[in-house]
Each structure stands twice: as structure tokens, then as C-alpha cells.
């Protein structure tokens, strides 16, 4: 009788528990705040044919929801935790429904990226929200993918030859053309070190449950052009002082279980010396791209982060991209000279 009673007090907490997380996940703010009113204008599609450069040069940037940012500059293409798939549903998740990526999803992507040549797909690390799709997305367009050995099992699994494979690791440089990439170890958000972790070390053949998709290497990555140096930073958490060495003007941060703006910004953006900061992996992707976007539930809370930036003088100046885009690197906001502040 104990026993039975045991199981079915922990049956009802767990159900309880159930319940409160849906609540919450209901009731979470489902609009983005000032968002649109901070994107970066979009910007002249850059062409190699073009006799000048388009104003603001030929190197753009744009973002297709989580941090999965493509850059390129007229003659090499980058795309970073390409994932356009976005199983949908959080009780398909919570059940462990095996996923795989949605071929039609990523080419519709690609080609509203107007992708269809690519040098490298880099994996910041191997969750499925990042690398779900980039073996798909590598072997679409005939691109290097670039990762630990967990993405490069997630390739693998996809049918990606070994030559197309890259294998990172920390401190490694990639020269790409006038690119010159920087692979920096990092650490995942979130108290628990980010699960599921561990990581991928056979190949990873969807379908398969979001849970094979194990965390492997973080990394930061740093994306030096002549025109223009950019951090991305795919997950909130960060290897401190590991980022003091290098320098970008534009951070991309993730914004996904970020505790403290002012640490995670003195660790990343701000030990880079950035200017500006451009959020990423804040949207709900567990809904599709044609979707409007809304914050996470649970994990993202964008009015912290739209306080801090309004609260704090020394802060860089934050800006948002405008999901499917093409942007030109923000120019440093004019000096805030110190003739401007009250003396000390
Ligand atoms: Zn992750």
C-alpha cells in the first residue's frame, strides 16, 4: 500500500508540475518589446559584379531566428547554426518525438537566403537547435562544415563526405577568403551546464530524439574582415577572460538564459571591445520561421535585457536584426564624449 501511495503522490506532483510549466509557458510575454523599432535598416544586396561597392561596403550579415547567422561579402558565404526546420511543439519535445531536419524547410530557407553556394557551415555547438541542420544545409550547398566531433557526427549522419568535414579546435584559424574565423572555447547557458550534455560520438542519423543532439564544445567565434570584426556568441554562458585577447566591433550574443546582463556583457561584448550589440537566440523556436516571433517562454527575457542597455551609460549600443535581412555592420554610435557626463 506505501508504495502504491508513493507513486501516486509522485505521479500528481509530477502532473502538477506539468500543468505550472504550461502555465507559464502560456501566460510568458509574446510580444519582443521595442525590438522592431532597434532593427538595422536592410542594406544593398552586395554582388561581386558590382564595379563599386555598395555603400557601407560589400560584407552583410543576416539572421534566420536562434543564432543562425549567415555572412557574407560578394564572394565567400559563412552560415553559422543554420536551422530552419524548427520541429514544432513543446509536448513533442517533452515526449521525446525523434526529429529530423525538414528538407523543404531548409531549401526554402536557402533560397530566401538567396543562398546557393557556400563556403562554410560552422556549428557553435551541437544542440539540436544549432546543428540539427547544418549537415543538410552543408550538403545542399556544397559547404566545408566546420565543428567539434559532435557536429561533425551530426555531418556524418547526413552523408557528408570526410572531405567536406572540418574538425575544430580551440584556438584553431580558418582563413575563408578575406575572412579570417577564430574559434575561442566557450561555455553553455544556464545553471546546468546546458543538456543534454556529453557528446555526439558516432554518427548522428536523424531521425532521432532532440536528446542525441548532446551539447559537445561551445565555441565563441570571431569573424575578422577588412571590413568590419564580429563576435558570435551563440550561448549566454561564457569561459571567463577567455575573450580579453580578441577584439570585434559587433557582438552577437545569444539572449537565452542570460542571469546577469552586466557579468555576461563585461565577459563577452564588452571584453572584445564592441561597440554594438545585435541579440540573438531569443525567439521561440519551437515554432516555425512563417510564424510571427515571439520571446521564449521560460528562458528569455527580453525586457531585462531592453533595461539594461536603457539603464547603464558604459553600456555598447544595442540593435536588433530584422529577421531574413541582409544588414550592413553598424557604424560606432557617435561618442558619448565624457564632456557630456557629469564630472566624477
Ligand atoms: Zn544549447
Same mark, same amino acid.
Given at each position: 500500500?506505501?508504495?502504491?501511495?508513493?507513486?501516486?503522490?509522485?505521479?500528481?506532483?509530477?502532473?502538477?508540475?506539468?500543468?505550472?510549466?504550461?502555465?507559464?509557458?502560456?501566460?510568458?510575454?509574446?510580444?519582443?518589446?521595442?525590438?522592431?523599432?532597434?532593427?538595422?535598416?536592410?542594406?544593398?544586396?552586395?554582388?561581386? &559584379?558590382?564595379?563599386?561597392?555598395?555603400?557601407?561596403?560589400?560584407?552583410?550579415?543576416?539572421?534566420?531566428?536562434?543564432?543562425?547567422?549567415?555572412?557574407?561579402?560578394?564572394?565567400?558565404?559563412?552560415?553559422?547554426?543554420?536551422?530552419? =526546420?524548427?520541429?514544432?511543439?513543446?509536448?513533442?519535445?517533452?515526449?521525446?518525438?525523434?526529429?529530423?531536419?525538414?528538407?523543404?524547410?531548409?531549401?526554402?530557407?536557402?533560397?530566401?537566403?538567396?543562398?546557393?553556394?557556400?563556403?562554410?557551415?560552422?556549428?557553435?555547438?551541437?544542440?539540436?537547435?544549432?546543428?540539427?541542420?547544418?549537415?543538410?544545409?552543408?550538403?545542399?550547398?556544397?559547404?566545408?562544415?566546420?565543428?567539434?566531433?559532435? =557536429?561533425?557526427?551530426?555531418?556524418?549522419?547526413?552523408?557528408?563526405? &570526410?572531405?567536406?568535414?572540418?574538425?575544430?579546435?580551440?584556438?584553431?584559424?580558418?582563413?575563408?577568403?578575406?575572412?579570417?574565423?577564430?574559434?575561442?572555447?566557450?561555455?553553455?547557458?544556464?545553471?546546468?551546464?546546458?543538456?543534454?550534455?556529453?557528446?555526439?560520438?558516432?554518427?548522428?542519423?536523424?531521425?532521432?530524439?532532440?536528446?542525441?543532439?548532446?551539447?559537445?564544445?561551445?565555441?565563441?567565434?570571431?569573424?575578422?574582415?577588412?571590413?568590419?570584426?564580429?563576435?558570435?556568441?551563440?550561448?549566454?554562458?561564457?569561459?571567463?577572460?577567455?575573450?580579453?585577447?580578441?577584439?570585434?566591433?559587433?557582438?552577437?550574443?545569444?539572449?537565452?538564459?542570460?542571469?546577469?546582463?552586466?557579468?555576461?556583457?563585461?565577459?563577452?561584448?564588452?571584453?572584445?571591445?564592441?561597440? =554594438?550589440?545585435?541579440?540573438?537566440?531569443?525567439?521561440?523556436?519551437?515554432?516555425?520561421?512563417?510564424?510571427?516571433?515571439?520571446?521564449?517562454?521560460?528562458?528569455?527575457?527580453?525586457?531585462?535585457?531592453?533595461?539594461?542597455?536603457?539603464?547603464?551609460?558604459?553600456?555598447?549600443?544595442?540593435?536588433?536584426?530584422?529577421?531574413?535581412?541582409?544588414?550592413?555592420?553598424?557604424?560606432?554610435?557617435?561618442? &558619448?564624449?565624457?564632456?557630456?557626463?557629469?564630472?566624477?
Amino acid at each position: 500500500m506505501g508504495r502504491v501511495a508513493r507513486w501516486s503522490r509522485r505521479l500528481l506532483l509530477a502532473l502538477a508540475l506539468l500543468v505550472l510549466l504550461l502555465a507559464v509557458w502560456w501566460q510568458w510575454p509574446r510580444d519582443a518589446g521595442p525590438y522592431a523599432e532597434l532593427a538595422l535598416p536592410a542594406a544593398p544586396q552586395a554582388r561581386t &559584379a558590382e564595379p563599386a561597392p555598395p555603400p557601407g561596403g560589400r560584407l552583410r550579415l543576416s539572421w534566420w531566428g536562434v543564432s543562425a547567422v549567415l555572412v557574407e561579402d560578394g564572394r565567400n558565404a559563412i552560415f553559422i547554426d543554420p536551422f530552419f =526546420t524548427r520541429p514544432e511543439g513543446l509536448l513533442p519535445l517533452l515526449s521525446y518525438r525523434p526529429i529530423a531536419p525538414n528538407r523543404a524547410r531548409v531549401q526554402a530557407g536557402l533560397a530566401a537566403a538567396g543562398v546557393d553556394a557556400l563556403d562554410l557551415v560552422l556549428v557553435s555547438h551541437a544542440h539540436y537547435d544549432h546543428s540539427m541542420d547544418a549537415g543538410l544545409v552543408a550538403q545542399l550547398s556544397g559547404a566545408t562544415l566546420a565543428g567539434d566531433r559532435s =557536429t561533425l557526427n551530426v555531418g556524418r549522419g547526413a552523408g557528408l563526405p &570526410a572531405a567536406q568535414l572540418r574538425l575544430i579546435e580551440p584556438g584553431d584559424v580558418l582563413q575563408m577568403g578575406d575572412f579570417r574565423l577564430t574559434f575561442v572555447a566557450s561555455a553553455h547557458a544556464g545553471a546546468t551546464g546546458g543538456r543534454p550534455l556529453g557528446s555526439i560520438d558516432s554518427p548522428l542519423q536523424p531521425p532521432a530524439r532532440y536528446s542525441a543532439y548532446k551539447r559537445g564544445q561551445v565555441w565563441s567565434v570571431l569573424i575578422e574582415h577588412p571590413e568590419g570584426r564580429l563576435l558570435h556568441h551563440g550561448s549566454a554562458g561564457y569561459v571567463p577572460g577567455a575573450l580579453a585577447p580578441h577584439r570585434a566591433d559587433v557582438a552577437l550574443l545569444g539572449a537565452a538564459l542570460v542571469e546577469d546582463w552586466p557579468r555576461y556583457l563585461a565577459q563577452t561584448a564588452q571584453a572584445v571591445g564592441a561597440h =554594438t550589440v545585435l541579440p540573438l537566440h531569443w525567439d521561440d523556436f519551437l515554432r516555425p520561421l512563417d510564424e510571427p516571433l515571439r520571446p521564449m517562454p521560460l528562458a528569455v527575457d527580453l525586457a531585462a535585457m531592453y533595461a539594461h542597455f536603457r539603464s547603464s551609460p558604459a553600456a555598447p549600443a544595442l540593435h536588433t536584426l530584422p529577421l531574413g535581412r541582409k544588414v550592413a555592420l553598424p557604424a560606432a554610435p557617435p561618442d &558619448a564624449t565624457p564632456t557630456t557626463r557629469p564630472p566624477p
